[in-house]
């Protein structure tokens, strides 16, 4: 894609907010690892699992905390980009293939199933999370609903609202009847 393509490239913040919780919340996993490694080399006390957990959390806290999301409007596709500890990757979803962006609610049970969700937004910025609902082919060819949880610009919006008419900054209950309708044997429900 050629960069005069783009029509506009947004990119994460980072708020000196959420930098000090999770910074404090890594320094906590680091202690505990510390004491792990104290426990098992002064006391001969030996917990692999108490080691790996700690290990874990703090690899998802740093994880979460240094990746870098980059949103570009191409001219036929909306593209995600990645950046992180284990390398990039590139999410890109045709525009003809949304069904709608809708504001972030959490809820227990959704109308519609969703196979795959991709969390695209950063734990450090502070923006609002937003939902991308599409339909894009599975494994096996059959088309599948998925979304993109991402966290982008008011000027990403009004840019995607353009063009993307009616579709941005829906509602979810209207992204959830278009995903239903589209289903192959939605006249038989």
Do not use: C
């Amino acid at each position: 894609m050629k960069a005069e393509e783009k029509l506009v490239t947004d990119t994460s913040q980072v708020t000196r907010k959420n930098l000090i919780v999770m910074s404090v919340g890594a320094g906590l996993f680091v202690l505990l690892l510390a004491a792990s490694a104290y426990k098992w080399y002064a006391w001969n006390y030996r917990n692999p699992v108490e080691v790996f957990i700690n290990v874990m959390f703090l690899y998802v806290l740093v994880e979460r905390a240094q990746a870098r999301y980059i949103t570009e409007m191409g001219p036929k596709a909306l593209r995600f980009t990645k950046k992180s500890l284990l390398g990039s990757t590139v999410y890109e979803v045709p525009y003809k293939d949304i069904f709608g962006i809708y504001r972030y609610k959490a809820q227990l049970v959704r109308a519609v199933k969703f196979r795959h969700t991709y969390r695209l937004n950063s734990a450090l910025d502070n923006r609002t999370v937003w939902v991308l609902a599409y339909r894009a082919p599975g494994k096996k060819g059959k088309m599948e609903n998925r979304r993109i949880y991402f966290k982008t610009s008011d000027a990403m919006l009004d840019a995607l609202a353009e063009k993307l008419p009616n579709k941005v900054r829906a509602n979810e209950e209207q992204v959830a009847v278009e995903l239903l309708k589209a289903e192959p044997d939605w006249d038989k429900k």
